[in-house]
Nanobody, 122 residues
Framework: QVQVVESGGGSVQAGGSLRLSCAVS??????YCWFRQAPGNQREGVAA???????SYADSVKGRFTFSKDNAEGTLYLQMNSLKPEDTAMYYC??????????????????WGQGTQVTVSS
C-alpha cells in the first residue's frame, strides 16, 4: 500500500525558513511534486523533482525553495527560505510514475499525501 506522509509545517514570520518532509513508501515513482493550496485558491505546483535529481520550480518560489530527495531513506525535502505571507497554504506532496506534459500540473499526479499547513505572518 502506497503511503505519502508530509511533515514539517508550522508558523513562521516573514523572512523565516521551514523545511517540509515527505516520506513515501510502498511504491516506486519517477517524479515527486510539492503543491500548495490557499483558501479560495486552486492547488498549484510549487516544485517537482525528477528521477535524475533535477528539479523544476514555479516562478513564485525560484531562488527561495529547494527540493531535494534522500533515496536511501525514501524521503523528500522542501527547504523554504525567505518565506512570505503569500506562501501561506496547505502544502501537499504527490508522486507519479509517468509525467506526460507538465511536472507541476495537478492533473499529472494520482498519489497524494494529506498535507501540512504552512503559515507565514507579516
Amino acid at each position: 500500500q502506497v503511503q505519502v506522509v508530509e511533515s514539517g509545517g508550522g508558523s513562521v514570520q516573514a523572512g523565516g525558513s521551514l523545511r517540509l518532509s515527505c516520506a513515501v513508501s510502498g511504491g516506486t515513482f519517477s517524479t515527486y511534486c510539492w503543491f500548495r493550496q490557499a483558501p479560495g485558491n486552486q492547488r498549484e505546483g510549487v516544485a517537482a523533482i525528477h528521477s535524475d535529481g533535477s528539479a523544476s520550480y514555479a516562478d513564485s518560489v525560484k531562488g527561495r525553495f529547494t527540493f531535494s530527495k534522500d533515496n536511501a531513506e525514501g524521503t523528500l525535502y522542501l527547504q523554504m527560505n525567505s518565506l512570505k505571507p503569500e506562501d501561506t497554504a496547505m502544502y501537499y506532496c504527490a508522486a507519479e510514475k509517468t509525467i506526460y506534459t507538465n511536472p507541476l500540473s495537478v492533473s499529472e499526479y494520482h498519489v497524494w499525501g494529506q498535507g501540512t499547513q504552512v503559515t507565514v505572518s507579516s
